[in-house]
């Protein structure tokens, strides 16, 4: 990493980047999101250190389960699929997270499409 890269500060960038950005542990408790995650996904200063699935629907719980699993289970895959609500679409992006090359959770990104 360069000079440069260091002194930008990281967390300064991604509330200003037009993505949501959220982090989940591997057990699915919520870790990070970027202020930007508010406006376009339901994310408020409370939801850190609860598990998603208390904010998703029984469809959207069974994927998580499945995406983590598959990542406990060694995958490494990265999955992505277009999310439609009313007059809006989105693409939604979810890679393993890994810390000193374990895994540690996921980083689900979201952007508005249009």
Aim: hydrophobic share 40%; aromatic share 10%; proline share 4%.
């Amino acid at each position: 990493m360069s000079a440069t890269q260091q002194s930008i500060p990281v967390s300064e960038l991604l509330d200003q980047a037009p993505v949501a950005v959220t982090a989940l542990d591997n057990r699915g408790t919520i870790v990070f999101f970027n202020q930007y995650a508010g406006n376009i996904v339901d994310r408020k200063p409370e939801y850190l250190g609860r598990d998603i699935r208390e904010f998703h629907q029984p469809a959207s719980n069974a994927k998580v389960d499945a995406i983590l699993d598959a990542y406990a289970q060694g995958g490494r895959e990265e999955y992505s699929w277009r999310l439609k609500r009313g007059d809006k679409e989105f693409m939604v992006r979810v890679r393993p997270w890994l810390r000193d090359g374990k895994w540690a959770g996921l980083v689900h990104t979201v952007m508005q499409l249009g």
